[in-house]
């Protein structure tokens, strides 16, 4: 590719950025000539993981290692052995060194009110709460959930569970409480904190009765904590468990690889399932984001928009562990106006603004002017989500500084970092992200388990990384691990992306390869969905297909209705609502379309990922062998509505 960068890196990157004085360090340690060559440093840090995570481990300031301390003892995926011994806690790291009067969280609220919190009051209430939760029983491997939307609850929630031990996972209200349910319950945590209310869109949402429903669901439940307890007979109130009295901040020292947290995978194959990090990865792992490639730390002032049900929210706590002060935001970013997201990063003097590709879409097209506004403290504007077109890449850097870098970046839920993206030392190409990441051994490999370049390749690890799952929840021989990541490559981890490494090494991302679906920046699987949708009695079966068009998302959703009744608009109406009441109001499908039948394996299932690649112009007899099929007739239709839309749409 010869694409001109659209951003190149100032002169002294290398002297400024955190990533150059760590850079400096490594070629201290190495030996090897690593300044000022990213693709050194890259090769060194996946070649040499040992003395690459080691010395990252000292350049972060974590306690120091006793001699002849092992980092990777064991060399295998899956079952990779890191820091053997090593006893540190995630809450007890994020507060390290910390100035007590400087600005820990900042909370925006759609009605204008901003809440400020410095480093010494953030301890001061994970303490009590933490304290509150030690005396509800709480201790070290037991699990603590949030039903909670992006405030400063649930970051004092999150922080207070893991100073203790114990395991944390967060919903968002944007699920419903069976989705919430679906994903929490499995758990079997003894503490839910719930929201009673929330402000989205200029709309008070009263959410008790749903966090009641939620409480009465997940069995095991001894105590709800809400902030109103009217809302939910027999809850605790947050307030007291703020006023729990303390001899202060003690988080307990917990190994390595102790659970931290649980995200949750989307659900595509069924249950979703419970991804479980652990303390010391995830730390080192967050540590990098911030601190090497997002340039975050004392004096940065971060801001992601994003949901609790999202692992950015997960990043957006790590960057705690930086120093640097996170700007949450509650409600929607396009809220009174298009623009209220750069509206929020100007007046809070954002260092590191995050979004997505589709609410930068929504802005171009609503004509937010971004150039008038104040962002002068902006260095780097992160997107991810979805595939970041060039063509809205070129559009966004029109109305931004020139200085501002516009910093694609792709990880997931199942490493809770990025693996590819940028770096302040590196020029970004419109449509592709810089480079792997430091310690993210990323390759592009054919079906064949070949590296491949220039082509397109499934995006695989080729050896561990320390934030990778400690396991996945209820899954005691870790058949389940194996198959999600190992088995396709055996030795290898298949992450599900289709890229293209380029020759100037940047990676081109053309979306899932698998069914995931993807709709403004909260992956979902298919089976969530058709839980809420089949369940109707005039749905036979559905098939959901999201497909990544430029700078759009299509979400159809293929229904076949029961003895074939007209999908009219009174049933599509219902549909609607029950994703909307069951699921979630962002994978409401885009059009519901009615079919004959739906194309399935012989073995019974969905041939979602062929019919995906159909509808985006493969020829029905390159993705799918017809004796395979148990009607290869209806593949035919599809290919059809693929061309009638290209046809309509445009390529």
Known sequence: MDREAQWTPPADAWETSRLGAFARLAQRRSGLDLVGDYAALWRWSVEDLDTFWATAWDFFGLPALPPGQQVLAEDRMPGAVWFPGVRLNFAGEVFRDRDPGGEALVELAEDGTTTSLTWAELERRVASVAAGLRELGVGEGDRVVGYLPNRSEAVVALLATASLGAVWAVCGLDYAPAAAEARLGQLEPTVLVAATSQLLGGVVRDTGAEAAALAAAIPGVTTVVVGDAAAVPGAVEWEDLLATPTAGFQPVEVPFDH??????????????????????????????????????????????????????????????????????????????????????????????????????????????????????????????????????????????????????????????????????????????????????????????????????????????????????????????????????????????????????????????????????????????????????????????????????????????????????????????????????RRHVPDELIQVEAIPHTRTGKKLEVPVKRILGGRRPEDVADPDSVDRPDLLGWYADLAARRSATVGP
Not at 285 to 298: F, S
């Open 259 to 584: 659970p931290l947290w649980v995200l949750f995978s989307s659900g595509t194959t069924g249950r979703p399932k419970g991804i479980v990090h652990g303390h010391g990865g995830t730390t080192l792992e967050q540590l990098k984001m911030a601190a090497l490639h997002l340039d975050l730390g004392p004096g940065s002032r971060f801001l992601w928009y994003t949901s609790p049900s999202w692992m950015m929210w997960n990043v957006q706590v790590g960057a705690l562990l930086a120093g640097a002060t996170v700007v949450l935001v509650e409600g929607s970013p396009a809220h009174p106006r298009p623009d209220e997201l750069w509206r929020h990063a100007a007046a809070q003097r954002v260092s590191v603004l995050g979004t997505s590709p589709a609410y930068v879409g929504a802005c171009l097209k609503a004509g937010a002017d971004l150039a008038s506004l104040d962002l002068g403290a902006l260095r780097t504007v992160g997107i991810t989500g979805s595939t970041f077109s060039p063509q809205a890449h070129a559009r966004l850097a029109a109305q931004l500084p020139d200085r501002v870098q516009i910093g694609s970046l792709s990880g997931g839920t199942d490493v809770a970092t990025a693996v590819v993206g940028c770096a302040p030392v590196l020029p970004v190409w419109p449509g592709e992200l810089s480079a792997p990441w430091l310690g993210a051994p990323v390759d592009a490999w054919s079906d064949a388990g070949e590296p491949v370049r220039g082509v397109q390749g499934e995006l695989v690890l080729t050896r561990p990384m320390p934030s990778m799952p400690v396991s996945f929840w209820a899954d005691p021989d870790g058949s389940r691990l194996r198959a999600a990541y190992f088995e396709y490559f055996p030795g290898a981890w298949r992450h599900g992306d289709a890229i293209t490494i380029t020759d100037h090494g940047s990676v081109v991302i053309h979306g899932r390869s698998d069914a995931t679906l993807n709709r403004k920046g909260v992956r979902i699987g298919s089976g969530d969905l058709y839980a809420v949708v089949e369940a109707l009695s005039e749905v036979a079966e559905a098939m959901v297909i999201g497909l990544e068009e430029g700078d759009d998302y299509w979400m159809p959703l293929f229904v076949v209705t029961t003895d074939q009744q007209p999908l009219d608009d009174a049933l599509r109406e219902r549909i609607r609502d029950a994703i909307a009441t069951g699921l979630s």
